[in-house]
């Protein structure tokens, strides 16, 4: 009880909700624009998909660590943090590669990125980020491959806008729970009247934690973390924009504390047994985008990207015996994107192409054939799309979409899960899925509805993964996979005033081919071998409600709420006769967060006091059970 009430207390002092924020930004005439949503500029008031937008001032002021932490106030969202470094948001049921990450419009995601919770969305600075929009459910027929549980997009700070506000800023942190020390220089600055730019360098040094009376301090969980940006734009008149942007992450030593004989057991938690297990994690992107209008009789607007991606993976273990193993991988990534509208906002078409390849290289010291992926290896994804939205009679708002998708893998060094030796893979797959939404506004509110399918093509990971998983798990190559298909149907009230906002969503997702995790009933190295399968149906439905109420003065009252249930069939164990239908993996309990907020305007001080719970996690499934560490 006296932990509470100083968690309380310290929240008074450290924290604004990402909520209140928002519902001070739709107050007003104006609802803020976003744009992950169709393609295209709108306004959260008129779009039929349930959005959360965060921008600087939410992740300033709640002091966020990693981008994951952001996710900690999205309604609907439960984010797993194996340690500082390893952050992975939940999305209606859904996590890691099935959820999409964007970065001014370029695909984070690669065809490496593994099941189940993965640290990969913390490769993002979240201290040069300006804003995020997060849409909930399937957007697969504007972004394909992985848009399941939700899509994120992040979107880097404009030059002009900060050399507009000031030339620059320093930021550091401090925190004596943690041990950390976070800090941040950035600069903007004009180049004549049509060219900004805006450079930034971040320093993080996270040390052990300090867990509290019960657990004391948590020592092998520390990392440090070097991060830098550079955004160049310039104007062509007033029809078009060149953007040029290159940003670095580098992470020494993230552990996974949970695996070494540094965790601390809690609740019946089981401790690790390696005497270290640390990843360093790399990650850079360049972009050259091209913004036009005036294209004459295909477009009114467009937009070209190129991109350039790499990220570089080691891991570094230590067994219990003392043996050592390195291995690791690099991903490098070239995207383009072509992307035109025509029309204005009572009836306008989107349409264009997207490519991103991959070429995959691994490495093991334990294995000459491959790393934790295929060695010597590509992944394809070729994607057209179109959209309309249209305005019918009475204000309706229809927006109808369609994306057919190719993908395709090829991996020169694999190991065969049965002979052990070297074997090679080719496969590729095709889909077509389409959205229709519908918002209705009335004189005091918007309803919303529509259908969206959604599908997730098996990426290297799926196919050729040898690398351990849950606790004592290691997870063997799974060729011959099929992609997995979703379709969600939704209904949602939105309402704002001067007063507050509210929202209100109700989903039902129908689950087909999912790609799950089985047990053979061989033991590699002491560890379960396990491999994967589309076992089959499954769904998932939920409710999320979002407020905010203004009070007298500067106080107003929030809180968001979301319930989530859902189910799946599964081969629990090596008999393949024994298939049975379970709760989805890690399933959210009941949560939410309410509390309350002070803030003037004009006034550089601000308060909160809230709390965040959560009703107990008891829907497990089989390998929920088992998984102690």
Request: charged share 25%; aromatic share 10%; proline share 3%.
């Amino acid at each position: 009880m006296q932990k509470a009430f100083l968690s309380f207390i310290l929240a008074i002092g450290v924290s604004l909700a990402a909520i209140h924020t928002k519902a001070l930004e739709t107050k007003g005439t104006l609802a803020p624009l976003i744009v992950t949503a169709t393609r295209n500029e709108s306004s959260i008031g008129d779009t039929p998909y349930a959005i959360v937008v965060s921008g600087q001032a939410d992740i300033h002021r709640k002091a966020f660590r990693t981008l994951p932490q952001v996710f900690r106030e999205v309604p609907g969202a439960m984010v797993q943090e194996t340690s500082p470094g390893q952050g992975s948001p939940y999305l209606r049921g859904f996590t890691g590669f099935r959820n999409l990450m964007l970065i001014d419009g370029v695909r984070l995601n690669n065809s490496v990125f593994r099941s189940g919770p993965n640290q990969y969305w913390s490769t993002i600075d979240v201290l040069g980020v300006d804003h995020i929009e997060i849409v909930k459910g399937p957007k697969s027929s504007l972004y394909g491959s992985d848009a399941i549980g939700g899509t994120a997009q992040v979107f880097t700070k404009d030059p002009f806008t900060g050399a507009k506000d000031g030339n620059g800023f320093f930021l550091s942190r401090l925190s004596s729970a943690r041990r950390s020390t976070v800090g941040r220089i950035e600069t903007a600055n004009l180049i004549g009247t049509k060219s900004a730019f805006v450079a930034g360098l971040s320093g993080k040094r996270f040390g052990d934690l300090e867990g509290g009376r019960d657990i004391g301090r948590q020592t092998g969980v520390g990392y440090d973390e070097y991060d830098g940006d550079l955004k160049f734009v310039h104007r062509f008149g007033d029809s078009a924009t060149l953007t040029i942007l290159h940003q670095r992450v580098r992470q020494n030593n993230v552990p996974r504390t949970h695996k070494t004989i540094h965790a601390k057991s809690w609740e019946g938690t089981s401790v690790g047994s390696d005497l270290r297990r640390e990843l360093d994690q790399e990650r850079t992107l360049s972009y050259l985008r091209l913004d036009a209008e005036d294209w004459g009789l295909w477009a009114d607007e467009a937009r070209v990207i190129l991109s350039w991606q790499e990220q570089d993976e080691v891991r570094d273990r230590i067994k219990s015996n003392g043996s050592n193993q390195l291995q690791g991988f690099q991903v490098s990534t070239l995207g383009t994107t072509i992307q035109l509208s025509k029309g204005d906002e009572e009836d306008r078409w989107t349409y264009g192409a997207e490519y991103y390849h991959d070429k995959i290289d691994s490495f093991s010291s334990s294995n000459s054939i491959q790393g934790p992926v295929a060695d010597d290896a590509s992944y394809d994804l070729i994607d057209f799309f179109a959209q309309r939205e249209t305005l019918l009679p009475a204000d309706f708002r229809l927006i109808a979409g369609a994306r057919f998708s190719h993908a395709s893998a090829e991996a020169g060094s694999v190991q065969d899960p049965i002979s052990g030796l070297k074997t090679s893979l080719e496969d590729d797959w095709n889909a077509f899925v389409g959205s229709l939404r519908l918002a209705v506004p009335t004189e005091t509110a918007t309803w919303f509805t529509g259908f969206s399918q959604g599908f997730r093509a098996p990426n290297l990971s799926d196919l050729t993964r040898l690398d351990s998983a849950r606790t004592n798990e290691i997870e063997t190559p799974s060729p011959n996979l099929q992609p997995e298909r979703f379709l969600t149907s939704e209904l949602g009230f939105r309402k704002t005033g001067d007063g507050g906002s509210i929202e209100i969503t109700l989903f039902h997702t129908w689950i087909d081919d999912l790609i799950t995790r089985s047990p053979t009933g061989d033991i590699i190295d002491g560890e379960n071998e396990i491999t994967k399968q589309n076992s089959g149906d499954g769904w998932v439905a939920g409710a999320e409600m979002v407020g905010e109420m203004s009070l007298s003065g500067s106080w107003s009252l929030f809180g968001h709420l979301a319930w989530l249930q859902g189910e799946a069939y599964v081969y629990p164990n090596s008999n393949l006769s024994d298939r049975r239908s379970e709760y989805l993996d890690r399933l959210m309990p009941l949560m939410g967060e309410g509390g309350l907020a002070w803030e003037r305007e004009g006034s550089p001080w601000w308060g909160e006091f809230s709390c965040r719970f959560a009703s107990e996690a008891d829907k497990l499934s089989t390998r929920d059970i088992a998984d102690t560490s």
